[in-house]
């Protein structure tokens, strides 16, 4: 019975983390946004290929798990309710490949371009006031 509790205990942990990760995409709201950054995303050479292979990876699970026949829930057997585990494999991955997209959103808007001078006072003047 202790091992039971443990059990679930560990599955509602996991089931926490998850729901964080969606509430920070703003419920998938905020992925709808940044769908538009992912070739970007994958073209960019300063983003690590750890990165792009955690969205990769997140995207292929997530696709290959709502595609195959194999559930840990049957929808078969529990009707409806067998969806819920595709819910929570769908949200993991957004969770995954947004989390991803805001650290390079961070990597580009902290980038200092090199064509760019700060901190840099200039005036401008008409060549008839001289």
């Not at 202790?2 to 419920?27: P, T």
């Not at 538009?36 to 960019?44: E, G, R, V």
């Not at 390079?104 to 003047?125: A, G, L, T, W």
Request: one cysteine or more; a positive charge; proline letters at 2%.
């Amino acid at each position: 019975m202790n091992r039971f509790i443990k059990v679930i205990d560990i599955l509602l942990d996991q089931l926490k983390k998850v729901l964080v990760r969606f509430k920070k995409s703003k419920f998938g709201l905020l992925f709808i946004v940044n769908i538009f950054k992912i070739p970007d995303f994958m073209t960019d050479r300063r983003v690590s290929i750890i990165s792009k292979f955690k969205v990769i990876f997140a995207f292929g699970v997530a696709l290959l798990y709502m595609v195959s026949g194999v559930d840990f829930i049957p929808e078969m057997i529990t009707g409806v309710f067998g969806l819920v585990d595709d819910l929570f494999i769908f949200i993991w991955c957004l969770g995954i490949i947004n989390e991803e997209l805001e650290k390079y959103k961070r990597i580009i808007k902290e980038e200092n371009d090199p064509n760019i001078i700060k901190d840099v006072k200039f005036s401008v003047k008409d060549e008839k006031e001289q």
